[in-house]
C-alpha cells in the first residue's frame, strides 16, 4: 500500500503514516471482506460470484492486483451492490495509487452499506494519502461512531489532526485524552506490580517498540542510536512490529541483543513477554502511527515507558511516563500542557544518518540553466492547500521558476496537483511533477534544485534532512505544535536560522530574498554537507551517552519510590 513513511525513498518526510485496514477478516489475507454472501440468491450464479470473489481475494493476497481487479469488475458486475467487493477493489487501486478510482469504489462501497465502519475507515485513509485531512477526519468519526473501538481509526483521526491547520494545541491534545479515556482507563484494572530489581546501578534493560526497523525515515535517526549503546550499561531489546525484513532491518537486528519479531503476538500476549523479559525502561517508536503497539504500553507492562521520534504529540496516555524531545521542539514553559508524559529534554533529540549512496552536492543549478527550481519532495499528504497558495504566490512573483514535487504516484494524482496550482493561477508548464523513486535517484533529484520550501503546517523532517545534505537549503515556517517546528529545529542546528519564517508573509520574502542573491546561495550549498556532518550527524555516541544519562536518572528515581 502507498502509504507516507513507507519505505520508499522520496516518501520519506519525517516517516509518518497511518495503518490502514481492509474490510473484515480473509482466511490468507488479514482485512480482507470475504464473507459469503448469503443474500446473493439461490443456484449455480450465487455460487459462481461467491467463487469469484474468494478468487480475488486469494490474487489480492498474493499482490496480483491486475488480475484482482478484473476478476473483482466481473463479481460487481453480476451483483451490483455486492459492498464487500466494492470496498476491495477500493482498496487494490489504492494500493495502485489510483486514488479517485478507489475512491469512487468505497463510495459506492458505503452506497450499499453504509453502516460498515471500515469502508469510512478505509475512505478516510484515502482521503489523507489525497492530502485532505479535514475530510479523512470526517470519514474516520464515522467509523468510530458506527464502532467506537475502533484503535485503528482513533489513532488515525489523531494522525489526521497534526496535518490540519483547524485544530488548536489545546483541542488536538483533548481528543487524545479521549482516545486515552477510550482505550486506556478499561485496562487499568489489570495492570500488575512490577517486579524488577530496584538496583539504580544495574544494567539496564531497555526495550524499543517499532514498525520501523527498516529502510524507512524513523530508522535514519534510530540506528545510529542503537549501535552506539554502551552494552556494559544496557541491554537492548528490538520489538519489531512488520514482516518487512531488508539490510536495515538485519543491520538493527545485529546491533540488538535480542531481537524479538512481535507482529504476530496479540497486546495481551507482547505485553505479557515484555513483562517475562524484565524490560526496566520500554521505548515507543510510533505514537499514533502505523504499526504502533500503544495498547500495549497502556498495560504498563514496564516500570518506566517512554516515547520518541515516531509522532510529533503527545500519546495521550497516563501510562506513558515520559516523552524525549529537545528545547527547539518543546521550548520550555510553553508545550507541557499538552503531553501526559513530562518531558525529556535531550541536548538534540536525534542524530541523522545520511544515506550511503548519496552523490555528491553539485553547483547551484540556477547559475547555469537561468531559471529557478523550487522543490517540495515531502509526501503530498503533507501539502496544504494553505501551503499551495503561498507557493503560487511565490511562483508568480518571479516568472522564470518553477516548483518541482515528488511522490506524483499517478496520472490522476499529477493531474489533481496541476488542478490545485491552476486554481491559484499557476499553470502545469510551471510544475515539474516526480513519482516515487530508488534513494539514489531521489538523492540525485536534488542537483537539479536550488531552493526546497518546506510543507505546513507538518514540516519535513527526514526529507529536510536529505535535503541540507545535498546541498539544498529549506524554507520553513514554524509553527505552534511540535509538527510545525520540525524544520526550525534542523535549519537552526546547521546555522541557517535565517531560512526560518514565522508567518507567511516572511515565508514569502524569504524566498525572495534568497533567490535574488544567486552567489550567496551558491556559496551556502557547498558548506552545507560539512554543517550536517558538524551538526545533524556529530558523534552519535554523544547523543546516546546523554540518552542513557537520562534512562540512568529516571531509573534511580524508580527505585527510590
Known sequence: ???????????????????????????????????????????SGANDVRLLFRDACLMQQQGRL?????????????????????????????QQGKLDESAACYGNSIMHKPEVASTHYNLGNLLQDQGRPDEAIASYRKALALKPDYVEAFSNLLLAMQYSNHYSPAETFAEHLRFAERFEAPLKPYRMAHANMRNPEK???????????????????MEPILTSHDKAKIEVYCYYNNLIHDRVTERIR???????????????QLAARIRNDGIDILVDLSGHTGGNRLLVFARKPAPLQITWIGYPGTTGLEAMDYRLTDEALNPTGETERFYTETLLRLPNSCVFQPAAESPPANALPALAAG??????LNNPVKISQQAIRLWSRILLALPRSRLMLGNATDALLQQKLKDMFNQC??????????????MADYLALHQQIDLALDSFPYNGGTTTSHSLWMGVPVISLTGDKAASRIGSTLLTRVGLGEFVARSEEEYFECALKVVGDLPGLAQIRQTLRNRIAENLNADPAQLTRSLEQLYRTIWREWCDT
Open 1 to 43: 500500500m502507498s502509504k507516507p513513511g513507507r519505505n520508499d525513498p522520496c516518501s520519506c518526510g519525517s516517516g509518518k503514516k497511518y495503518k490502514q485496514c481492509c474490510l473484515g477478516k480473509a482466511e490468507a489475507m488479514p482485512g480482507l471482506a470475504t464473507q459469503t454472501m448469503k443474500s446473493a440468491g439461490h443456484g
Open 425 to 438: 493561477g499557476i499553470g502545469e508548464a510551471r510544475l515539474v511533477l516526480h513519482p516515487r523513486m530508488s
Open 371 to 376: 531559471q529557478i527550481t523550487f522543490a517540495c
Open 254 to 268: 545485529v546491533a540488538s541483543d535480542h531481537w524479538v519479531p512481535c507482529v504476530e503476538l496479540s497486546d495481551e
Open 66 to 94: 491486475d488480475e484482482a481487479l478484473a476478476v473483482y469488475k466481473k463479481v460487481v458486475a453480476l451483483k451490483p451492490d455486492y459492498a464487500e467487493a466494492y470496498n476491495n477493489m477500493g482498496l487494490a487501486l489504492q
Open 203 to 221: 544494567r539496564l534493560k531497555v526495550g524499543y517498540v517499532s514498525s520501523d526497523f527498516r529502510n524507512h525515515a524513523v530508522a535514519h535517526f
